[in-house]
């Protein structure tokens, strides 16, 4: 069975910091990959997508980038981090092409920047 | 662009009521399909029930079923003999059939269950 596993659980990061947020993927292959991000009580931002390795799709400018160094693996990074970048992040997969299925979310990653 | 609109940013039921969450969305496209996410309180993201828009049979799972109006746009989630551990914020979700693989949220509606 397929499983996604997202880290760290909680994050407390100072201003100006580097952030990375690591997710993966078991028991599939060449996923699509996503990360959200949900400011507290709003509903869930595209940050970025991915179909392939080294394939990344930006949704919204910002202080962050992402990177999908192997077929399984997706990291969401930031040089300096500001205030505005706390939120609860959310990774995700999903079956390339079988859109019926929607996606299978990781348990989410809450950053706070101080 | 599709957009997904929940207009009840809250909502409460008695426990072992039936309650119905409302989502329009806005397409050009014939061929997609829907879906109602439960976030509860640990924020872990879990599919509830999908439709596809050529199907016109409502899907239904256990106590979870929809009302799908194509022609209006429509996907109410209807949650009967609600229970403690429904109380969760609930999203309606859209995905083209065709295009792109994005999934595109409404703002969500949170559901408060009443013992």
């Known amino acids: 069975s397929q499983t996604i596993h997202q880290w760290p659980a909680t994050l407390v990061q100072p201003v100006g910091s580097p952030l990375s947020l690591e997710c993966t993927v078991e028991?599939?292959?060449?996923?699509?990959l996503y990360w959200y991000r949900q400011a507290a009580g709003r509903g869930l931002q595209l940050l970025f997508y991915?179909?392939?390795?080294?394939?990344i799709s930006s949704e919204v400018p910002q202080n962050l980038s992402a990177s999908r160094p192997q077929d399984r693996q997706f990291i969401l990074s930031s040089k300096k981090l500001l205030l505005s970048d706390s939120g609860f992040y959310l990774c995700?997969?999903?079956?390339?092409?079988?859109?019926?299925?929607?996606?299978?979310f990781g348990s989410g990653t809450r950053l706070t920047v101080v | 662009a599709q957009t997904v609109t929940q207009s009840q940013p809250e909502m409460s039921v008695q426990e072992a009521e039936t309650v119905t969450l409302s989502c329009t969305y806005d397409?050009?496209?014939?061929?997609?399909?829907l879906f109602w996410y439960k976030q509860p309180p640990s924020r872990q993201m879990i599919l509830v029930i999908r439709?596809?828009?050529?199907?016109?049979q409502n899907a239904t799972e256990n106590r979870f079923s929809v009302n799908f109006q194509k022609a209006a746009k429509s996907f109410s989630l209807k949650i009967s003999d609600s229970q403690l551990g429904d109380a969760a914020m609930y999203f309606c979700?859209?995905?083209?059939?065709?295009?792109?693989?994005?999934?595109?949220f409404g703002t969500g509606t949170r559901l408060t269950i009443i013992p």
């Open positions: 028991g599939t292959s060449n996923p699509n």
């Open positions: 995700a997969w999903s079956y390339p092409l079988r859109r019926f299925y929607g996606y299978t």
């Open positions: 991915s179909v392939g390795i080294g394939q």
């Open positions: 397409t050009s496209e014939s061929d997609y399909y």
């Open positions: 439709q596809e828009a050529y199907k016109q």
């Open positions: 979700a859209y995905r083209s059939a065709p295009g792109n693989e994005k999934l595109t």
